[in-house]
């Protein structure tokens, strides 16, 4: 048998004999790499195990996610309402793929698992690389859209430092365990501090507001992400900020290396104190650090059913891309929590009650009408990018999403605000459609070609997330409306109007308003109720 790396397929004619061969001659390969950087045959027993249940395309999946990254252009779909097949464009580097090839491939399930739309405000946590285009094209395709406007703002991520910036860095959570959190009292102090003649640590003891140990006694520095977030946010707001743009807070560990020692903070943060001086230049060990909240997660996604199956019939999307574990709110670790769960303890076994009726079904060919629809649908939209040849790079109308995205459906919404942004989004995709710019040619590896086609996906996701805001007319976990707030500036939901999830049906054009359904909530194991951080 030859050394050559070629493509590992299973097909559901083959004999069990013959598919563990398939999956086996991967040993004799000479050690390829996964895209994790883990030798391929890490994966045999996975796919063996896959095999040995009777599920072909799950082996596969595993197969081709770990040795392709395929960006996902088109679903098709040959029956009624039955997802079966997806049209992608290759991109890994090494031979024999096809760079940048569309290729078609026929599947009796199809499983997305690609991800938040976080990037929708072009600054966030996530990977550059992490989109929603698999799920834009789902939507489009008719899987409905649920809780769009459930996002997740981080409290400990290190300040925007300039307008070219790329990405913000995450400080772990597990910082706040023993750092406290805290502004001047004084605006002339903050006013100081923004100027760059005063540092944090010269304010005196008695100067320090430690505002979330004075709004919330009994949690302190421990309270909930968006509670954290918003607090931070009003007291910058206010003007209290304190780097140079006025949109920093302190998490300072004083306290903590006077009562631990700075061995044992060392222990704990070491690395996460070297990371943040590699970025920053300043020494968490001498000056507080600078916090500012940002776009971390995304809560929702495309609905799902408890077999983790969408609207669509044979689609299924597993992880953050769906909307399915975390209501309106994230809790630290239940990402991972839900990666295990859909992966290794819901769709290998859910995906067998749809795969086994489909056992009658005969396999078909990617030469039907339907796959050469779906490839001629995903050339025409690259030819169409390609040849707006307009004056603005990707990155400067990506610049611009994300700052409407920030600025009226980021952290504090209002009704006005949110029909501006919707207004401005539009005006994007106006911009995008007549000035987008595109070096290069479509042939081969164009990485500005794939960045404008997930651009394209970010400016209809954006609308999403501003209409189901606009809709939802309270305040719930990461969705906070100005409008509805307490007397004390806390969420105030509205159980009795809005007790459901809202799922978005799209309309045949990313021009028009998608259709909101409606699947009530019930609770029959615990008591629905607003928690209290204050006492």
Known sequence: MSNELKPLHFDADYTMEEALAEAKRCLNCPKPL?????????EIPRVIQAIAHGNFGLANDILAERTNLPSICGRVCPRENQCEGNCIMNKAKKPPINIGKLERFAAHAVVIATGGYGNAYFLSTNAMACNCSAAMACYRKGAWFANPAYVQIHPTCIPVHGDKQSKLTLMSESLRNDGRIWVPKKLEDAKKLQEGTLQGKDIPEEDRDYYLERRYP????????????????ERCD?????????????LDFSEAINRLGKDVVAQRYG??????????DVSPYENPMMIYPAIHYTMGGIWVDYELMTSIKGLFAIGECNFS??????L????LMQGLADGYFVLPYTIQNYLADQITVPRFSTDLPE?????????????????????????????????????????????????????KLKEVRKEFEKELFIPGDKEGMNVELDKAIRLYDFITMGELV???????NESCGGHFREEYQTEEGEAKRDDENYFYVACWEYQGSDEKEPVLLKEPLVYEAIKVQTRNYKS
């Open 332 to 335: 630290g670790a239940s990402a």
């Open 371 to 423: 796959f050469a629809a779906a490839e001629k649908a995903v050339q025409d939209k690259i030819d169409w990018m390609m040849n707006i040849k307009g004056k603005k790079s990707v990155d400067s109308i990506h610049k611009e999403l994300g700052h409407i995205m920030w600025e009226y459906v980021g952290m504090g919404r209002t009704a006005e605000g949110l029909k501006e942004g919707l207004k």
């Open 271 to 280: 690395n996460l104190f070297d990371m943040y001086e590699e970025i920053t």
């Open 466 to 472: 501003a209409y189901d805001a606009l809709n939802r």
């Open 34 to 42: 996964c895209r994790m950087g883990c030798p391929i045959e890490n």
């Open 325 to 330: 574990d975390h209501g309106a709110n994230r």
């Open 238 to 250: 206010k003007g209290y900020g304190v780097n140079n743009t006025g949109l920093a807070v302190f």
């Open 218 to 233: 009994a949690f302190g520095n421990l309270v909930p992400r968006d509670v954290a977030s918003r607090a931070a946010k």
